[in-house]
Structures are given as structure tokens and as C-alpha cells.
């Protein structure tokens, strides 16, 4: 699997978040993060959602290029979604193996327990899909 930004091989990679064990595969390079939507609904039924910050989130230009999910071998366009809550947070979700790409800072925000409102964004993105 090779990270859909800059194309570097994926490793992977075990957090804590939120007291929960999470599998992911990390860039080295830029820091991102992939995940399972499963290990995010865990982690969001045991954290409390608190103030979001997101200031090490990557610039806008970055966030609107159009990613290929690693996993689905780079044939499947991820879906962009938008926070409610905060405009400026965009994460890319994959609608074929329901994986997350989560750039630096992004997952920073979850193990500070920030981020889960807008995980509650794209559970609800889910269910409507
Ligand atoms: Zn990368
Ligand atoms: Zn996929």
C-alpha cells in the first residue's frame, strides 16, 4: 500500500486513541494515516467529543486534490468530506473498502481527543451513502 499523496510505501503502525488499540498504515514522509471505519466507530463509542484544533491541518489546496484510495490499488477515487463543524477539515474517505485517510495533524487531533466530531461527520456520510 503506498501513500495516496505522495505515493511512499505504507507501514503499519499501532495508537492508542482514546484508550483504544487502533491498526493503521502511516506515512513516514507526510504523516498520514490510513484507517479503518471500523477502529474509528470503536474509538468514537469510548471518547467524548471535545474542542476540535486543528492547527497543524495541511493547506486547502492540498486537502481539495482528489486521492486514490491506497488500499483499492489506486483505482477508486476517495470521496471528500466535509466537517460541519469546521469547513477547513477535509478527510477522504474511501466508498468501496470504507477506509479514512486521515493527513498529518488530523490524526494528532483524535489522540487529543478533538477529532471525533468530525469523525461523527463521516459515520454519518456513511450511513447515508
Ligand atoms: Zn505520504
Ligand atoms: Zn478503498
Redo the contacts with the bound molecule.
Keep these: 500500500m503506498n501513500c495516496p499523496r505522495c505515493l511512499t510505501p505504507l507501514k503499519p503502525i499501532r495508537h492508542e486513541l482514546g484508550g483504544v488499540a487502533v491498526e493503521a498504515m502511516r506515512c513516514r514522509k507526510c504523516t498520514g494515516h490510513f484507517l479503518e471505519t471500523a477502529d474509528l466507530r470503536q474509538v468514537e463509542q469510548v471518547v467524548d467529543v471535545r474542542l476540535i484544533d486543528w492547527r497543524h491541518l495541511p493547506g486547502e489546496e492540498t486537502q481539495a486534490r482528489i486521492l486514490f484510495?491506497?488500499?483499492?490499488e489506486g483505482q477508486?477515487a476517495?470521496d471528500k468530506v466535509v466537517s460541519d463543524r469546521d469547513k477547513r477539515v477535509v478527510m477522504d474517505l474511501?466508498?468501496?473498502?470504507?477506509?479514512v485517510w486521515l493527513d498529518y495533524g488530523e490524526l494528532e487531533a483524535i489522540q487529543r481527543k478533538g477529532i471525533l466530531a468530525a469523525l461523527a461527520d463521516i459515520l454519518d456520510f456513511i450511513r447515508k451513502a
Design positions: 484510495c491506497p488500499r483499492c477508486k476517495m474511501c466508498g468501496s473498502c470504507q477506509g
